[in-house]
């Protein structure tokens, strides 16, 4: 008796590059200006292990220079670009000049209205909203 497999959609695994304590600058015009990483929604790890962030995380950040009004505040973010190289899924390595998020609310709206430098394609993938505002997709 055979058994059937039920067909996975194929992934490709990026490599995390941003763990929980990471100070990374903003990209857009919300007011933000470096955020420090605490958490990252839904990621789920090994025992012990530090939590990480991938480009295309939402993660939860406390804002540490900025505008005064938003200063100390919790915001949520996506990660946009990652120093650290990944594979994509045609067998290409791509790495970023710097680390940068977008701040955003709770489901992916950007708070600021324009994203300096490049979104990384596999962000702009899953957050649609930020791929209409970014000017560069790579």
């Not at 290409?92 to 940068?100: K, L, M, Q, R, V």
């Not at 955003?104 to 600021?112: A, F, L, Q």
Request: aromatic share 2%; with cysteine; net charge positive.
């Amino acid at each position: 008796m055979k058994k059937r497999r039920a067909m996975r959609l194929v992934t490709r695994k990026i490599t995390r590059a941003l763990p929980t304590g990471a100070i990374v600058p903003v990209a857009d015009n919300s007011g933000a200006r470096m955020i420090q990483v605490i958490s990252v929604k839904g990621h789920k790890t090994r025992l012990r292990r530090q939590p990480a962030a991938k480009v295309g995380d939402l993660i939860v950040c406390s804002v540490k220079k900025g505008s005064p009004k938003l200063r100390r505040q919790i915001v949520h973010a996506v990660v946009i670009r990652q120093k650290k190289p990944y594979k994509r899924a045609d067998g290409s390595w791509i790495s970023f000049e710097d680390n940068a998020v977008v701040v955003t609310n709770e489901t992916g709206e950007p708070r600021g209205s324009e994203i300096r430098g490049t979104v990384s394609k596999e962000a702009a993938d899953s957050w649609p909203r930020i791929a209409s505002a970014a000017r560069i997709i790579s």
